[in-house]
């Protein structure tokens, strides 16, 4: 690319760990208990393949280092500080990392230690991401998590005393016998514990967990999604008046503490998902790799990468995608991606105060932030020509 091309879109690194203990009630990611494996995979097998992987990916992409790498699970703290050094240098020997790099890992309270975080800051690590969840015995212990209370509070503190700017912690919303009192306690002990960044997420009950199996026996209420609503403007306050601003829908940072991998997701960057059911999207492709860690591991033992998935995104895919993920952001979407068709939607959904028009762009308000897939989903059958009048 010459220097009077267009830049070349953002890139990062996703690595997807596939091991947890144990598997959590309302989970469906592609994960697997030692139990799942036997002896089919493991740790050892797992890195060997996820090198050769990196190496073959790289002579894919040429010459882009990686400007974030976000290491994600799974449970990647099961890897142990020793094991996620190895993975941070394969992508230095391979892809590189530009100056500056964000380097992110997820970590499960209970597999963590002090010592675990002053490893991962010798490595090169800079941002950690902790599952807290819930503050609340009784709701962790309806999402089937192992840790107690505390121990995300402490792990996020230990992170910070290790030298870690940048800590966030996951909490879920929405969970049944949560009461609004849980949500404040929970999201005031994260502020005490000193974070820069929260991430906050209702309940969804996906098909073929043990949760939706239980609501479905009637052993347990179904999330209610006028609860969760109020739930997150109860979340959204208390971190708004803590000086944390919302940047994506579920996202909260203090400024400068934003995830920069994930914003490489919402405006249509690149990235190269390496392990075991892991995305990408480089050039207008997108792939994923096959799912199974075993087969993972054979199928780089054979010299080819692990590719189950591919396909080519038309102007109009990536257009679709743009939208949809940038209306999820705060700056929302320039005026003029949207096609004159769009303004049917947009104007009553502006009277309504959910969508704001501001220096050329779309931008969902605090009260359409709760209703932003709906909106979405409206202002992308206009672009398709057939308009729904939901916003009327």
Sequence with gaps: MTSEGPAAPPFGVYIHVPFCATRCGYCDFNTYTPGELGTAAGPDSYLDALEEELRLGRAEVGDRPAETVFIGGGTPSLLGAEGLARILDAIRSTFGLAPGAEVTTESNPESTSPAFFAGLREAGYTRISLGMQSVSPHVLQVLQRRHTPGRALAAAREAREAGFAHVNLDVIYGTPGERDEDVVETIEAALAA??????????????????????RRGELPAPDPDVQADRYGIIDGLLSDAGFRWYEVSNWALPGGE????????????????????HSHVGGRRFANVKHPARYARELGEGRLPIAMSEELSAEDRHTERIMLGLRLRQG????QLS???AGVIEPYEQRGLLRREGGRIRVSGEGRLLADGIIADLLLAEEGRVCQNGA
């Design 194 to 215: 000193g974070v820069d960044h929260v991430s906050a997420y209702s309940l969804i009950l996906e098909d073929g967990t043990a949760m939706a199996r239980k609501v």
């Design 340 to 342: 004159p068709a769009a």
């Design 259 to 278: 995830c920069r991998h994930n914003l490489i997701y919402w405006t249509d960057g690149d990235w190269w998902g390496a392990g075991p059911g892991a």
């Design 333 to 336: 979407v320039a005026e003029s």
